[in-house]
């Protein structure tokens, strides 16, 4: 039996229903996973038994071990950045933000969350013309290629392996603070991110074309 007109339509309106529910299924399943973001509160907090401002002066003194640059700081709250560059196309930053809140009978909790700023290199190509009066115009083109690193997006780091070692290396410091005591030896790479707790940048420059007033002539 040779298909119909209605049969072929009908067969026509399938593959677009189906491809509809298809994305239909993943918008479901991403909603899910961003709820699914409250359920674990162990991997960014730990409780102390002292104050809150003793904590964040060993979560402090732990960053700056690290060579971390502290940008803000208060008694109970501070923030540090740290650069990396593995090669010439790849750049990232680390941000520590710690707060610590005072609990009951002088103890205390501490917040830490680490955020990811990725950058790419990008290439720019620009051009112009200049003219040269001798016995007319003369037009010689001239080009040029800047590079420059530029931010392409961020984001928090989840990994649990990254802030085990924070929390073990501010015990370390709390434990020294509060018994009068030198803290041992840290390693000075206890909070370089490890390449599984990191988001690596692309490899490739971003191309980017020139402006429309680069290609005007100069004069």
Do not use: W
């Not at 491809?19 to 674990?40: P, Q």
């Not at 680390?94 to 009951?104: K, L, S």
């Not at 015990?171 to 030198?182: A, D, F, P």
């Amino acid at each position: 039996m040779r298909p119909t007109a209605f049969s072929r339509l009908s067969a026509g309106l399938l593959v677009p229903a189906a491809i509809v529910a298809l994305l239909a299924g993943c918008a479901t399943k991403n909603v899910d996973l961003a709820h699914e973001a409250f359920d674990d509160t162990t991997t960014f907090t730990r409780n102390y038994g002292t104050a809150a401002e003793n904590s964040c002066e060993a979560a402090r003194r732990a960053l700056l071990s690290q060579a971390y640059i502290i940008t803000t700081a208060t008694p109970t709250s501070l923030a540090a950045r740290k650069h990396f560059q593995q090669n010439r196309e790849q750049h990232y930053e680390i941000e520590f933000n710690i707060t610590c809140v005072p609990d009951r009978s002088g103890t205390s909790t501490v917040f830490a969350n680490a955020v990811q700023q990725l950058y790419a290199l990008r290439k720019t190509n620009t051009s112009a013309s200049l003219g040269v009066s001798v016995l007319g115009s003369l037009s010689m083109p001239i080009g040029s290629s800047d590079d420059s690193l530029v931010k392409i997006g961020s984001l928090t780091l989840t990994k649990s392996g990254l802030y085990d070692r924070f929390f073990g290396l501010l015990e370390e410091y709390l434990s020294s603070t509060t018994t009068g005591q030198e803290p041992p030896p840290i390693a000075p790479d206890a909070l370089t991110p490890k390449a599984s707790d990191t988001v690596q940048p692309p490899t490739e420059p971003v191309p980017v074309r020139p402006s429309p007033q680069a290609l005007q002539p100069l004069g």
